[in-house]
């Protein structure tokens, strides 16, 4: 079957066919790095990964670029606010490099634990400030700016096709933004140079032909994936609330200085919520890797859940469903070592390499696809040795490293639960510690109290 994806610009999941051969061109909006990532942001990126690993299953040679945003992303998307850097460095009391350079190193070592494939080229917001100008040049020429006090303004009503991505209405806006506006000629127009304060001397600013300033956040977007990807390309992703300003905005600049789209498939990935709630980084509510790991989870527990949802549906994030989560990663590794030592060997996997190819190319269905992991595995007409084969095939998709499982795991809330019951045992609370060695049996393993200490088996 043969790859679809979902494109926001036509609202219908389409043929993938990249612009040359098998070669695909991939941008993606990477974060703004004034604080750690929290697992929201990390879900976007897990969806890119699933995206780039299906792709590389079907035997694409992604070129992939994930830009750092470090200027110019206010605290309102609307180019008010304060700069998130400026923001970051005043609460931590650093300057904005320093900032800059820590969360930059704590997000690649985040993405690193959740076996994110990293892109091919990282490239900053203030290495390109040159490419960034330059685009304001070429818009200025072809009389897409202004000029307020403020900064330089994209003149959003002198192209035609403003806001087709995320179907804005935009007369609807004009009516209901009549004071908002301030010196701006239409209510979507944006930022693409903002003036230093007068009174003020920012530590992140540059010299331009309009003044001392730095650039709007839309703007590196289209610089650096036209210098690096070309004027057209083949995937643009990020999560869905790109699409109203951001990502409509980086049209916009591509279209006005080209003449092009500058994008032939945008892909977004929903949000994770808690509650009814998005995580979101300026609201209390998130959660980073670190929380995830001082409550006794692994990062991979995390990816796990977010392969069981699929990535154009919310996921509701909440304690429960991420043990649920790492249960059942435990047993898959369990399962595994069972199917790694016992070596029969019966049956074909080719129904089942049909299926699985079937569902991740339908637009990335990955739950589909691991729920048929699972199914694969209870097969008894199959022998483990195929088994073994092919699940460590449907891993270079789900990248939970089932290749480096080591025989003597002993999941760890098997382990959790047998230090429990030592504790109520020493506390000669013999009831409890027999409840907790049923429960530990129920799960498959059984405790034996030896000379040496306890040992857990699983139970045969
Ligand atoms: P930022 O670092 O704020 O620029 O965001 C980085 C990425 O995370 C962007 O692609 C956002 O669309 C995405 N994002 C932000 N909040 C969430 C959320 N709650 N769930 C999923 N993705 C999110
Ligand atoms: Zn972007």
Redesign the pocket.
């Given at each position: 079957m043969v790859l679809k994806l979902y494109n926001t610009l036509t609202r219908k999941k389409e043929n993938f066919k990249p612009l040359k051969d098998k070669k695909v061109g991939l941008y993606?909006?990477?974060?703004?790095?004034y604080n750690y990532?929290?697992i929201?942001?990390?879900?976007?990126?897990l969806f890119e990964d699933f995206l780039k690993r299906v792709l590389q299953y079907n035997k694409y040679q992604i070129n992939h670029v994930m830009n750092i945003?470090d200027v110019g992303?206010l605290t309102s998307d609307s180019d008010t606010g304060e700069d998130?850097l400026e923001k970051g460095a005043k609460r931590e009391n650093k300057s904005v490099w320093e900032i800059a350079e820590f969360y930059t190193k704590e997000f690649k070592k985040d993405i690193r634990k959740l076996n994110i494939l990293p892109p091919n080229l990282w490239c900053k917001a203030t290495d390109h400030i040159k490419e960034q100008v330059n685009l304001i040049k070429k818009l200025e020429k072809k009389g897409f700016t202004y000029q307020t006090p403020d900064g330089v303004y994209f003149n959003t009503s002198k192209l035609k096709n403003y806001g087709k991505l995320a179907k804005l209405k935009i007369k609807d806006l004009k009516a209901g933004a009549r004071t908002a506006v301030r010196d701006k000629k239409n209510p979507t127009d944006f930022a693409l140079w903002k003036f230093s304060p007068k009174d003020k001397k920012r530590s992140m600013e540059w010299e331009s032909p309009w003044g001392v300033g730095f650039p709007g956040w839309h703007l590196e977007c289209s610089a650096m994936s036209m210098k690096y990807l070309g004027e057209t390309f083949d995937i643009h992703?990020?999560?869905?609330?790109?699409i109203p300003v951001h990502h409509t905005n980086e049209i916009a600049q591509s279209v006005g200085a080209t003449g092009k789209q500058p994008v032939k498939y945008w892909v977004?990935?929903?949000?994770?919520?808690l509650g009814k709630e998005?995580?979101?980084?300026s609201e209390s509510n998130f959660i980073t890797i670190s929380t995830l790991e001082e409550k006794g989870f692994y990062p991979l527990d995390y990816r796990y859940l977010s392969l069981t949802t699929h990535y154009r549906k919310k996921?509701s994030f909440d304690w429960d469903n991420l043990k649920s989560a790492r249960n059942a990663l435990e047993k898959l590794k369990a399962r595994i070592i069972e199917i790694k030592n016992s070596k029969t060997s019966k049956g074909s996997t080719k129904e089942y390499e049909k299926k699985f190819l079937d569902y991740i190319n339908d637009d990335l269905n990955i739950p589909k696809s691991l729920a048929l992991t699972w199914k694969m595995l209870k097969d008894s007409k199959l022998g483990s040795k195929q088994k073994y084969k092919l699940i460590l095939k449907f891993d270079e998709i789900l990248g939970l490293d089932l290749d480096k499982i080591k025989e003597s795991s002993i999941p760890s809330e098997i382990k959790k639960l047998a230090q429990e019951r030592e504790k109520y045992r020493k506390q000669k609370n013999y009831a409890k510690a027999d409840e907790i060695r049923n429960k530990i049996k129920e799960k498959g393993f059984i405790l034996e109290d030896t000379k040496q200490g306890i040992k857990i088996k699983k139970n045969s």
């Open positions: 993606t909006c990477g974060p703004t790095v990532a929290h929201g942001n990390l879900r976007t990126y945003t992303h998130k992703c990020g999560g869905i609330d790109h977004h990935g929903e949000f994770l919520t998005r995580m979101g980084k996921l």
